[in-house]
């Protein structure tokens, strides 16, 4: 396998930033936004508390309390900045790394790790947070968010649907199905591509030779690329493109270039495929930072409130760890509940099957 060690050291071409990486405001013609200093520090605090709860979550499956946990560390700002420029109305599908967009959709983050302790399924409810359930089945979302935003359409409702997925992903049959879907019924979606460099070990290499962004060209619809480690600007195009899928114009593809900083999941040694210098330059990007030296600079906010946004973090990571180890282990009966909405003959069966042979162990 070839490694590209530059990938990432330079900023390519037609991306959309407007907070560098050193904190600094820039001008975009297409894109600006204007936040008062009180939105910019509580993107600041999300940003900080999805990180922690990521790190808690890293930490706990490292003591054995979780099977499996996919870190989104390096990318809270590309899932905050489009989380937060969603309304209630509007309909997010994940894949297996949202947190952050669960954060912005008020799913407690508790009810996050369910699924990677191997306590229920995925434990929310998608109507009531307009947030579906992880998708693990790479791609397979894309056409769940295409068919929901069609029927929105249908309904005229003034709602958007965003989807996410990874640059891996954009290899799959279904999301380039379900581009041509969105494309000939003009469906008012978002297709939020995570670039995070990375299929696990495999690299954005194997997976194109043009940017991500360009594909959708071809589809017959707009593509653009936002500095996906820029929460400012991941925030101003995935509004406008919201807007745009609400308005009857269709969807959008961003690519929101970004890294993964941590391993793939828990299971992954990155060591093993990707060379240390592309993290270290990545490190140099990072998200949070960015905020917190415009910040600063701007004399948004004093230490107090970096201080006081840390020690909510510390309170959150203790609280969640404390209700993460408070979850009860489902019956062993409870794998056949949820199987279908209704009653099902064949179920109800191997359900009675089950139980009669863990009675064998009463005797
Ligand atoms: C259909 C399918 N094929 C293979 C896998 C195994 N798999 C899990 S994650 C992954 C890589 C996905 O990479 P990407 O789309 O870039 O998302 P990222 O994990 O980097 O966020 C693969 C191949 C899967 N879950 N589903
Ligand atoms: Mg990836």
Not at 60 to 69: D, S, T, V
Request: glycine share 8%; hydrophobic share 40%.
């Amino acid at each position: 396998m070839t490694i590209d060690a530059s990938r990432g050291a330079e900023a390519p071409p037609d991306l959309v930033q407007l907070l560098t990486p050193e904190g600094e405001r820039v001008e975009h013609p297409d894109y600006d936004i204007d936040l008062t200093p009180e939105e910019v520090r509580s993107l600041y605090r999300d940003l900080v508390l999805v990180r922690r709860i990521d790190l808690e979550a890293v930490a706990l499956q490292r003591q054995g309390e979780l099977g499996i946990w996919a870190s989104l560390l390096g990318q809270e700002a590309a899932q905050i900045g489009s989380g937060r420029a969603l309304t209630d109305a509007d309909m997010a599908f994940p894949t297996y790394r949202e947190h952050g967009v669960a954060w912005c959709r008020d799913v407690d983050p508790v009810k996050l790790l369910g699924l990677f302790r191997g306590v229920n399924h995925g434990g929310w409810d998608p109507k009531e947070h307009n947030f579906h359930l992880y998708t693990i089945v790479i791609g397979s979302q894309t056409l769940h968010a295409v068919g929901y935003a069609m029927g929105i359409q249908r309904d005229d409702a003034n709602a958007a649907t965003i989807v996410y997925f990874g640059d891996g992903a954009t290899s799959q049959g279904d999301v380039n199905e379900s581009f041509i879907w969105a494309s000939v019924f003009n469906a008012p979606i978002v297709f939020f591509c995570q670039n995070n460099q990375w299929a696990i070990s495999e690299p954005l290499e194997k997976q194109t030779r043009i940017p991500l962004y360009r594909r959708a060209s071809g589809f017959g619809f707009p593509g653009i690329r936002v500095d996906g480690n820029d929460v400012f600007a991941c925030l101003a195009v995935t509004r406008k493109a919201l807007e745009a899928a609400r308005t009857g114009q269709g969807p959008t593809l961003v690519e929101a270039f970004t890294y993964r900083m941590g391993a793939h999941t828990t299971t992954d040694d990155p060591t093993r495929y990707r060379v240390a210098s592309e993290l270290e330059a990545w490190k140099l990007k990072d998200p949070i930072e960015r905020v917190k030296a415009y910040l600063f600079k701007n004399e948004h906010a004093d230490q107090a409130f970096f201080d006081s946004v840390a020690a909510e973090a510390d309170q959150l990571g203790a609280d969640l760890r404390r209700r993460c180890l408070a979850m009860p282990d489902p019956g062993p009966l409870a794998i056949f509940d949820h199987v279908y909405s209704e009653p099902h003959a064949l179920m109800e069966q191997e359900r009675a099957q089950f139980a009669a042979y863990l009675e064998g162990f009463r005797a």
